[in-house]
């Protein structure tokens, strides 16, 4: 059974700081996404990472996938308030078919 | 132009009633998704259709009923409400096939948040 695991769970820093959230799964996968989420509202899919070394930058954020270590990276450069969110790794395995597996979430908090 | 719609958007029930969750979707995609999100907001898959068959069926009590009358929608019916039920429930969307430029990601509609009292 694939299994999908985060940390921190909760994280709270300040604006201009840089921090790192961690996904690892359990057995090889097909595919890796990361969502964010604010309060009381829907998910938004961020970025897609399909294979190793996979690299994705969106402004603040940039998003990496190791499959030999079965790792996903979500790095936050100097952070700012805006970005307070959780934010979900979700992993499809390779013979999930399209189930999405997903981590319990990093709840984010950037403090002025 | 909402891609993945849900109505309601709240519902407020007592125990032991039935109700229904609908979903739509506009985005032409073959595969739609309902996923609790608990207090914690821990995301579960509850359930999959594609083009109107069920590909995903967790363990979830039989009182949860999907019917998809075609592949924009999806609704679900929940029996015999219990304080448990209280959650989040997303609906969701993609194609199941990978195709050019198209990662399969799921769209989630807004999510309906049940209270069961």
């Known amino acids: 059974e694939l299994k999908v695991e985060q940390n921190p769970l909760f994280l709270s820093m300040q604006e201009g700081k840089n921090y790192t959230i961690y996904c690892n799964y359990s057995?090889?996968?097909?595919?890796l996404y990361w969502y964010r989420q604010d309060p009381g509202k829907s998910l938004e899919s961020l970025f897609v990472l399909l294979s190793n070394g996979a690299v994705k930058q969106e402004g603040r954020l940039m998003a990496s996938l190791d499959t030999k270590a079965r790792l996903s990276t979500l790095h936050i450069t100097a952070a700012v308030h805006d970005l307070s969110a959780t934010y979900f790794c979700?992993?499809?395995?390779?013979?999930?078919?399209?189930?999405?597996?997903f981590g319990e979430g990093t709840q984010l908090t950037v403090n002025p | 132009d909402t891609a993945v719609s849900q109505t309601p958007k709240y519902l407020v029930t007592q125990m032991g009633n039935d109700k229904s969750i609908k979903c739509e979707q506009n985005?032409?995609?073959?595969?739609m998704y309902w996923y609790k999100q608990d207090s914690k907001k821990f995301l579960k898959i509850m359930f999959s259709?594609?083009?109107?068959?069920?590909?995903i069926n967790e363990t979830v009590p039989n009182r949860f009923s999907p019917k998809s009358p075609d592949k924009a929608h999806l609704n679900l019916h929940i029996n015999s409400l219990e304080l448990g039920d209280s959650a989040v429930y997303f609906c969701?969307?993609?194609?199941?096939?990978?195709?050019?430029?198209?990662?399969?990601?799921?769209?989630f509609g807004p999510g309906t948040r049940l209270t069961v009292l």
């Open positions: 985005l032409g995609h073959d595969t």
């Open positions: 057995t090889t996968s097909d595919r």
């Open positions: 259709y594609n083009n109107k068959e069920l590909i």
């Open positions: 969701a969307s993609s194609r199941l096939k990978r195709t050019s430029g198209d990662y399969n990601e799921q769209f």
């Open positions: 979700a992993v499809v395995g390779e013979t999930s078919g399209s189930r999405l597996t």
